[in-house]
């Protein structure tokens, strides 16, 4: 079956460590993206993907980094410098079209101790 | 810049009741419009979206929603709610003129269904 995983489900993480969101789809999607998830303020982009090996900050892109080495993955990293990482982080592809559907994973659970 | 208002960040209705979520952008130019469900813990699936066309979308689940540009709105309904409807909805645009194609998120609005 074609999707998006995402992993792990649940995430925990001591203040002042980076961690790493895994995402990965097997929809042949060029584009890809990262979007933190809060109470109450709906979806935020974080980082997006068109193209491998090209990414663009979103609107809440300090504290974090990605890469795209392949179509396939789009891992995104969570460092210290995020002073408020605890949040639902949801991975999104789409073939790169205004009209497409975005699909969602899962979702990882990230949550700082 | 382009948002996107939900008003009520709660509905409650009874079961067997019309369900009415409303959806405001604000671009002068209408964008692409999609309605999103969340359930817990889970990612979102996308109801419907209008694109062009026909201004009455149906989507997925009985749920349907109609592209005003006079009102730029776009309010999702549903003529009976069921239990299985109890879920977090989104509202999202795109842009036409963004060649990121990202979607910008309304706030959200938590559909409560009662027995």
């Known amino acids: 079956d074609g999707g998006i995983t995402q992993s792990p489900k649940y995430l925990f993480r001591k203040e002042g460590q980076n961690v790493t969101l895994s995402c990965e789809q097997n929809?042949?999607?060029?584009?890809m993206y990262w979007y933190r998830q809060d109470p109450g303020q709906g979806l935020r982009l974080i980082y997006y993907?068109?193209?491998?090996?090209?990414?663009q900050k979103g609107d809440i892109a300090e504290g974090y980094s990605v890469s795209r080495e392949k179509k396939e993955s789009f891992p995104l990293t969570v460092t210290s410098a995020q002073k408020n990482p605890t949040a639902f982080y949801l991975c999104?592809?789409?073939?790169?079209?205004?009209?497409?559907?975005?699909?969602f994973g899962p979702g990882t659970r990230l949550t700082v101790l | 810049a382009q948002s996107v208002t939900q008003l009520g960040s709660h509905v409650s209705v009874s079961e067997g009741a019309l369900v009415l979520l409303r959806c405001n952008y604000s671009?002068?130019?209408?964008?692409?419009l999609f309605w999103y469900v969340q359930y817990p813990n889970q990612g979102l699936q996308l109801l419907l979206k209008?694109?062009?066309?026909?201004?009455l979308v149906k989507g997925i689940n009985g749920f349907e929603a109609e592209f005003k540009k006079s009102e730029t709105s776009f309010h999702l309904t549903k003529p009976s709610a069921h239990m299985s409807d109890a879920a977090e909805y989104f509202c999202?645009?795109?842009?036409?003129?963004?060649?990121?194609?990202?979607?910008?998120f309304g706030s959200g609005t938590r559909l409560l269904v009662r027995p």
């Open positions: 999104a592809s789409t073939i790169g079209l205004h009209t497409d559907t975005q699909y």
């Open positions: 929809l042949n999607h060029d584009a």
């Open positions: 993907s068109q193209i491998v090996n090209d990414f």
């Open positions: 671009s002068s130019v209408p964008p692409y």
């Open positions: 209008y694109t062009t066309g026909a201004t």
């Open positions: 999202a645009v795109s842009p036409r003129m963004d060649s990121s194609y990202k979607l910008i």
